[in-house]
């Protein structure tokens, strides 16, 4: 409850700041202040202190998994803040209302890690959503973020649509008649056919949030069109929230009949990681090949939702760290490269070897090499499949799928080490002494957590 109170009110501060905010480098020194609040009062939460102590009647439960996600997902965004901070202020002239949209996104994450009725679920993840959109059409110069932005918009709109019919359905089928996800009590038998139709429909709607195939469509436009600054904010935090509220509700409510539903993931696992690899290695630009290795990796967070033992909780946890910071730090280093396309990183260690140096540590980690915790949460997901003991060709398959990822990961770092700068001047970058610094706490994360997964996954049973 702390997290989803301050967040909240946190944003309308930096709404109601831009009035009177001069100087646009103010918001940024308020909203990284904000966070380091919010990143505090999770944790005290996470202790057993709640600074409200609010009645919400069972509507919301807090618990380890949740709140541990809370606090890497705030965590993140605190790097993210110090990071980008500067290129957030390039975007526009609405500085402090960016950070506001932020803000509300992490009240929605809040929400979507701990509901417990249906409703609140719905809630979460359109308090996610609706500042995405806006978001995404922010830098209202481009034609190709307000084009993003109006498609994000009508493909969210549609997908909430199907969600609300999902949950009426399952309301619908209820023989207790109540939108709390531990009530649902569908037994050991086969579903009943509105709740049947019911998930189907929640699967459809929470496979777009999370740009699952083939509900990936919208995202490599979608990703590419947007502010760079944003798209690794909105790949990162806000999809791996739509992961822990997929498993957080398929666990509780339909886990005792896994196996009726566990096929249908196993497909849209296996296509996800298909077209999410596949179309990535054709890509030129960086930053679309991210947009489709995105998808490739909602494939690996999947199994999560896959297998839903203790294993894959733990996977998730570690893959929303690893794949959150290496994705963020190489996001920060790609908006400051004046070309995006592969090309553009020809020989940056000649004349950048730190934003090389770590540019490669986090393209390994996406790509899943040892002591890397990319590698770790990868291992932890595949784990968690093995373990359940089902579609043992699927673990073969996303084995496959890592191999494939190598193509298009080690063909920037190829680009980084072995190939010649531009003839000429080498290009000037905007680089600060405390960018580098940032860049190299992030590596380490990524080879810390790499190294010692237990220092994430342990905190579930603290």
């Not at 996104?105 to 929400?111: A, Q, Y």
Request: net charge positive; hydrophobic share 55%.
């Amino acid at each position: 409850m702390n997290a989803i109170i301050i967040s909240a009110l946190w944003g309308v501060v930096m709404m109601f700041g831009g009035v009177f905010f001069k100087k646009s480098t103010i918001p940024k020194y308020w909203a990284i202040a904000g966070i380091i609040i919010l990143l505090a009062a999770n944790i005290l939460e996470f202790r057993g202190i709640q600074i409200f102590n609010i009645d919400v009647k069972g509507m919301l439960h807090f618990d380890n998994f949740g709140l541990q996600f809370n606090t890497i997902s705030f965590i993140c965004t605190f790097l993210f803040f110090l990071l980008n901070g500067r290129e957030i202020e390039k975007v526009g002239e609405n500085v402090s209302e960016y950070f506001a949209l932020i803000f509300f996104i992490l009240c929605g994450v809040s929400i979507s890690s701990s509901f417990n009725t249906l409703l609140m679920l719905f809630l979460g993840i359109e308090i996610m959503s609706i500042p995405s959109y806006i978001l995404t059409g922010s830098d209202k110069r481009n034609l190709k973020s307000n084009e993003a932005s109006l498609k994000y918009f009508l493909m969210g709109a549609f997908s909430t649509g199907l969600m609300l019919m999902g949950i009426a359905l399952i309301y619908g089928g209820n023989s207790l008649g109540s939108f709390y996800i531990n009530m649902i009590e569908l037994g050991t038998g086969k579903m009943p056919v509105m709740i049947a139709a019911g998930l189907v429909l929640l699967v459809v709607s929470m496979s777009f949030k999370v740009s699952a195939a083939p509900f990936h469509f919208w995202a490599a436009d979608v990703y590419d069109g947007a502010p760079t600054v944003f798209t690794s904010f909105m790949a990162t935090i806000v999809k791996i929230a739509g992961f822990i509220a997929f498993i957080r509700l398929f666990q509780v409510s339909f886990g005792i009949i896994q196996q009726q539903w566990q096929m249908l993931i196993a497909v849209i696992t296996a296509a996800t990681l298909l077209i999410g690899n596949l179309t990535a290695v054709f890509q030129q630009s960086v930053k679309r090949m991210l947009a489709y290795s995105s998808i490739a990796h909602a494939g690996f967070m999947m199994f999560a939702l896959f297998a839903l033992n203790n294993t894959a909780k733990e996977g998730l946890i570690l893959y929303a760290l690893s794949y959150s910071v290496a994705t963020i730090g190489m996001f920060a280093i790609l908006v400051k490269m004046s070309d995006y396309t592969i090309e553009g990183f020809n020989g940056l260690y000649k004349y950048q070897p730190v934003l090389a140096c770590t540019a490669t540590i986090f393209l390994l980690s996406l790509t899943g090499i040892p002591l890397t915790a990319g590698f770790a949460s990868k291992f932890y997901m595949l784990l968690a499949a093995v373990k359940d003991g089902h579609q043992i060709w699927l673990v073969v398959l996303a084995v496959i799928c890592a191999a494939i990822s190598a193509v298009y990961y080690f063909r920037a770092i190829q680009a980084i080490y072995f190939k010649e700068p531009p003839a000429g001047a080498y290009p000037q970058l905007d680089v600060t002494r405390n960018f580098k610094y940032l860049l190299i706490i992030s590596a380490a994360i990524i080879i810390l957590a790499g190294i010692l997964p237990s220092l994430v996954v342990d905190w579930l049973y603290y």
